[in-house]
Each structure stands twice: as structure tokens, then as C-alpha cells.
């Protein structure tokens, strides 16, 4: 009787690995704003699913309810989620660290079931379609530039359309951290009392960064939709976001190239323990590839604290 097996067969198959590439693209520009809170502001946000929620739907709405272009509903959904952001902020940016980050959780739960029970707009567990027609329309014009080999890979226009972002988003928020503003949010993050003593209003910069991490946030979940080509509000449960955190300490505080490399890896791990064969429930082997990352996760945080490209530097703060 076979007690362990790894059936590779699937692992040497393109669209194994495309998907693969589409998953951690995705989860990549999720946590770069992730990176811009916690690496680098010092807020703790745990609501980020949130507003990938609202820029997903407010895009899925104005498409198909209102019958918006797709390319006009993204800027307007980038810009609802980007003032959701601040809305949220005003209030609770001002209370202590660890009390914001339960007000973050609580925010992405409401819009969660607001998604759930607003069936009139979203369509509730039943979900939302049809917001992807333009895409689809780009996407095979861009299999038509490929090499005829490649054209049966309908989901590798997306694959190379979010790394693509992944790696302008990534370029744009580099040079933003090494401007006046970027310097600004990291004295914030070390002292924020200092930084206020220097004449800084604390309140506005932390808000741009929310502001900024809730854009990040919409584009990730826009990516997310045209991958299922379906909205539902399942898709932005809150692992989501603590799936983003652990791709946070995998890459390392304050680096955002880390960031995609965590998600590579996160990713990688995830998908291949879908192959691992054991004589255990379904649910048991499911749960099971949640704990080898974790237990990959706890022998890095034990060997290497600062993450694959932090800097130990980094994780001194406030002293």
C-alpha cells in the first residue's frame, strides 16, 4: 500500500506553472502595499483584502450594472478604494497600533458581507460575470503576437500583463521611497513623535499611505477577477490578507523586490503540496500544505529573522 507519493506529472506542464505565475503576480502586488504600511509606515493593516474587495466590485459594477468600458470603471474603482482608504483612516489611524490593526479586520469583514448581502448589485454567493469581455478581447489579440507554440495558453496574456505591473508597481514605489516623501514615512515609522517635533503633519502621510495601499489593493483584486472571471465575496475571505503577511516576512521588511520573490516562493510551495499523495481526507491533505509552509516559515524567522532581502536594520524600530 502506498503511503507517500508525489505525482509530478502536472509540475512539467505550462499551464501548471502559468497559473502558478498568474497566483504569485497577483499576490505579489497585494502585499506591495502590505510593504508600504508595514515595511515602511509602521501601520499594521490587516484590511487590505478589503479594499481589494471594493476596487474588484466597484470595477465588476460599473461594468456590468451600469455598463461602463471595463477601461473606464478601473481608474474610478482604483479611486474608490484609494478614498474607502482614507475614510477608514481619518478615524482609526489616530488610535494605538494594535487597536487599528482590529479595526483593519473589521473593516474587510463588513465589506465582505456587504458583498454577500448586496445581491442586487453583486449578486451575493451567486457572484458577479460578465466584466470580462474587453479583456478577453485584448487578451487573444496578445496570444496573437506570440509564437504559435504558446497560443493554446489562454491565461498567459494575463501572466505576462501582471508581472509587467508587478515590476513598474515595484520600480514606482523604489524611487518613491528614496524621494522626501518616502524619507518622511520612515522617520514616521521610527519615531513618529520625532517626526511630528520636525514640523510633519503624521495624520496626512500615514493616510497617503493607506490611500496608496488601497490603490495596490483594487489592482491586485482587478487581476484576481479577470484570473476566476468571477467575482464572489469567498475570494476575499481574510487569508487572504494573512497569506500577504507571510509573504511580508518571507521576502523581508522594507523590500519590495522581496516581496515578489516571497510570493514566487510562497506560491511555488503552495501549488506542488496540491500533488503530495497521502492516505488522509482531502480537507487533511489541504490543511497539511498550510502547515509544511509554516514550518518552512518558522525555520527562516529562526535562522534568517529579517527575511530572504531585508535587512536586520529594518526590524529595530522605535527604540
Given at each position: 500500500?502506498t503511503?507517500?507519493a508525489?505525482?509530478?506529472?502536472?509540475?512539467?506542464?505550462?499551464?501548471?506553472?502559468i497559473?502558478?505565475?498568474?497566483?504569485?503576480?497577483?499576490?505579489?502586488?497585494?502585499?506591495l502595499?502590505?510593504?508600504l504600511?508595514?515595511?515602511?509606515?509602521?501601520?499594521?493593516?490587516?484590511?487590505?483584502?478589503?479594499?481589494?474587495?471594493?476596487?474588484?466590485?466597484?470595477?465588476?459594477?460599473?461594468?456590468?450594472?451600469?455598463?461602463?468600458?471595463?477601461?473606464?470603471a478601473?481608474?474610478?474603482?482604483?479611486?474608490?478604494?484609494m478614498?474607502?482608504?482614507?475614510?477608514?483612516?481619518?478615524?482609526?489611524?489616530?488610535?494605538?497600533?494594535?487597536?487599528?490593526?482590529?479595526?483593519t479586520?473589521?473593516?474587510?469583514?463588513?465589506?465582505?458581507?456587504?458583498?454577500?448581502?448586496?445581491?442586487?448589485l453583486t449578486g451575493?454567493n451567486?457572484?458577479?460575470?460578465?466584466f470580462d469581455?474587453?479583456?478577453?478581447?485584448?487578451?487573444?489579440?496578445?496570444?496573437?503576437?506570440?509564437?504559435?507554440a504558446?497560443?493554446?495558453?489562454?491565461?498567459?496574456?494575463?501572466?505576462?500583463?501582471?508581472?509587467?505591473?508587478?515590476?513598474?508597481?515595484t520600480?514606482?514605489?523604489?524611487?518613491?521611497?528614496?524621494?522626501?516623501?518616502?524619507?518622511?514615512?520612515?522617520?514616521?515609522r521610527?519615531?513618529?513623535?520625532?517626526a511630528?517635533?520636525?514640523?510633519?503633519?503624521?495624520?496626512?502621510?500615514?493616510?497617503?499611505?493607506?490611500?496608496?495601499?488601497?490603490?495596490?489593493?483594487?489592482?491586485?483584486?482587478?487581476?484576481?477577477?479577470?484570473?476566476?472571471?468571477?467575482?464572489?465575496?469567498?475570494?476575499?475571505?481574510?487569508?487572504?490578507?494573512?497569506?500577504?503577511?507571510?509573504?511580508?516576512?518571507?521576502g523581508?521588511?522594507?523590500?519590495?523586490?522581496g516581496?515578489?520573490?516571497?510570493?514566487?516562493?510562497?506560491?511555488?510551495?503552495?501549488?506542488?503540496?496540491?500533488?503530495?499523495?497521502l492516505?488522509l481526507?482531502?480537507?487533511?491533505?489541504?490543511?497539511?500544505?498550510f502547515?509544511?509552509?509554516g514550518?518552512?516559515?518558522?525555520?527562516?524567522?529562526?535562522?534568517?529573522?529579517?527575511?530572504?532581502?531585508g535587512k536586520?536594520?529594518?526590524?529595530?524600530?522605535?527604540?
Amino acid at each position: 500500500m502506498t503511503v507517500f507519493a508525489i505525482s509530478f506529472d502536472a509540475l512539467t506542464a505550462a499551464d501548471f506553472w502559468i497559473g502558478v505565475g498568474v497566483l504569485a503576480g497577483t499576490y505579489a502586488i497585494f502585499t506591495l502595499g502590505l510593504q508600504l504600511n508595514v515595511g515602511y509606515t509602521g501601520i499594521v493593516n490587516f484590511g487590505q483584502a478589503g479594499f481589494m474587495a471594493i476596487g474588484a466590485y466597484t470595477m465588476g459594477i460599473l461594468v456590468v450594472r451600469a455598463e461602463w468600458s471595463l477601461w473606464a470603471a478601473l481608474p474610478v474603482a482604483t479611486l474608490t478604494a484609494m478614498a474607502a482608504g482614507v475614510l477608514l483612516g481619518l478615524p482609526s489611524l489616530r488610535l494605538r497600533a494594535d487597536y487599528f490593526a482590529i479595526v483593519t479586520i473589521a473593516f474587510a469583514e463588513i465589506v465582505r458581507y456587504v458583498a454577500q448581502n448586496a445581491r442586487g448589485l453583486t449578486g451575493g454567493n451567486q457572484g458577479l460575470l460578465g466584466f470580462d469581455d474587453q479583456w478577453l478581447d485584448l487578451s487573444d489579440t496578445i496570444l496573437g503576437w506570440l509564437p504559435q507554440a504558446w497560443q493554446d495558453q489562454f491565461l498567459l496574456p494575463l501572466l505576462l500583463v501582471v508581472w509587467v505591473t508587478v515590476a513598474l508597481l515595484t520600480v514606482l514605489l523604489i524611487l518613491l521611497q528614496r524621494s522626501p516623501w518616502g524619507r518622511v514615512l520612515r522617520a514616521i515609522r521610527e519615531d513618529e513623535d520625532a517626526a511630528r517635533a520636525l514640523g510633519k503633519n503624521v495624520l496626512a502621510y500615514k493616510l497617503q499611505s493607506i490611500a496608496l495601499a488601497a490603490a495596490l489593493g483594487a489592482i491586485a483584486g482587478y487581476f484576481l477577477a479577470l484570473n476566476l472571471s468571477f467575482l464572489s465575496p469567498e475570494s476575499f475571505e481574510p487569508q487572504f490578507t494573512f497569506i500577504g503577511f507571510t509573504i511580508l516576512i518571507l521576502g523581508g521588511l522594507a523590500s519590495y523586490v522581496g516581496v515578489a520573490l516571497g510570493s514566487l516562493i510562497i506560491w511555488t510551495l503552495l501549488e506542488v503540496t496540491r500533488f503530495i499523495e497521502l492516505p488522509l481526507a482531502a480537507e487533511k491533505v489541504a490543511a497539511l500544505r498550510f502547515v509544511i509552509v509554516g514550518v518552512a516559515l518558522i525555520v527562516l524567522v529562526a535562522f534568517r529573522p529579517q527575511g530572504i532581502l531585508g535587512k536586520k536594520q529594518e526590524m529595530v524600530l522605535r527604540e
